[in-house]
């Protein structure tokens, strides 16, 4: 219903392109933006999501809307990260971290998932260093502004990290954490990014054991939020 929906407003926005203005651009932009997070999360769509999503950078761009831009080159780096482009990934992600960064504290909002994603990228590439570096921050700069979608999704990607050291019992407290996070927010994790970081989860299971995994996953859905940031920042195992 959401996707019929946003299609009809979109066809009915192309009919008034003779009264095109800056507000009619940004509906656009917002209808193909929607459209774009339906086809990456409800139908696993990676080409026609970049399509939307290419889309409503350009309708961005067109009005001068900086923080838009930002936002959406966050959503193609991500994309492309889904993909395996890690390159592509990065490109993106760097480019919107400087958009978001020229923007200052108007920025604050781009720059945690971008980050995110530039670790994920980098972790791919096997450059752990820049991996945790992007990670600390994104999840620092998320704490800081009070984004838990985005303290969330650093704490993923930190159980990823430390899953590719071979720390499995980090990556059982910190998706813990992150698991436990979720439940209380009702924030759901899209499966394509559940698929990220599954093979690090099994490793790390396999290696503990099931008993010592579920121990270890208790302990980190015991943990409030601050709690798993902390921990994750100062990289200090549970007792």
């Known amino acids: 219903r959401a996707r019929a929906l946003l299609e009809e407003n979109l066809s009915v926005l192309r009919e008034l392109e003779n ?53 959406t080159l966050t959503n193609l780096g991500y994309v492309a990260l889904l993909q395996g482009d890690n390159e592509r990934a990065t490109a993106l992600s760097e480019e919107a971290l400087a958009v978001a960064r020229e923007l200052g504290n108007a920025g604050v909002d781009i720059l945690p998932e971008a980050l995110v994603n530039l670790g994920l990228a980098a972790l791919g590439q096997g450059n752990h260093e820049r991996a945790t570096a992007s990670f600390k921050e994104g999840l620092a700069v998320a704490q800081e502004v009070g984004v838990k979608a985005s303290v969330i999704n650093a704490l993923e990607a930190m159980a990823t990290l430390a899953g590719t050291l071979g720390e499995a019992s980090r990556v059982a407290h910190l998706w813990g954490a992150a698991q436990a996070a979720r439940e209380i927010t009702s924030i759901a994790l899209p499966p394509g990014e559940r698929a990220l970081h599954e093979p690090y989860l099994a490793s790390a299971r396999s290696r503990l054991g099931e008993v010592a995994w579920e121990e270890a996953l208790a302990k980190g859905q015991s943990m409030s939020l601050d709690e798993a940031v902390e921990y994750a920042l100062a990289k200090e195992e549970v007792d």
């Not at 696993?44 to 936002?71: I, K, M, P, Q, Y």
């Open 19 to 71: 009264e095109r203005n800056t507000a009619t651009t940004l509906k656009r932009f917002h209808a193909l933006n929607l459209l774009g997070i339906l086809a990456l999360n409800e139908e696993g769509n990676h080409a026609r999501a970049t399509a939307l999503f290419e889309g409503s950078l350009d309708l961005a761009r067109e009005v001068g809307d900086t923080n838009r831009e930002g936002a």
